[in-house]
């Protein structure tokens, strides 16, 4: 994600939302935490950690953005620029929020233009071996 945080950073804003450490077992030092102040420690480490491009937000202790958005891990949303659902997904698999994202900036830009009305569809992908397709399995869906 952060690569295309980069990749479309003059065409896009990208907020990730801490709700917890995504990975408990690798960093020990950041169990559950036990006041806002401790998130938001913990959350400035991960951008430090990772160098993120993407502006963090830190949920509350109670999760309540989180739980407001379907309470899933790793979850990923697109939203226009009308402020409008344009993708989302359970599951983050760059690949598939690349060609979403590209889609929604395609529309914005048409609908710019004039004349042209994007519409929704919801759609499922299914993950052989409980991975995400490659670049290659994609261009072929």
Known sequence: ?????????????????YIREAHPDDFPDYAAHKSFEQKWKHAVDLRERHQTPRTIVVDDLDGSVHRLYGGRLDTCWIVNAAGRVSYKAEWTSEPHVRKALE?????SELTRQGGFKDFYQESMTV?????????????RS
């Open 1 to 17: 994600m952060d690569q295309l945080a980069r990749d479309f950073a003059d065409q896009a804003a990208f907020v990730f939302i």
């Open 103 to 107: 889609d929604t900036l395609r529309v």
């Open 127 to 139: 993950i052989e071996g409980g991975r995400p397709p490659s670049k290659r399995e994609l261009a």
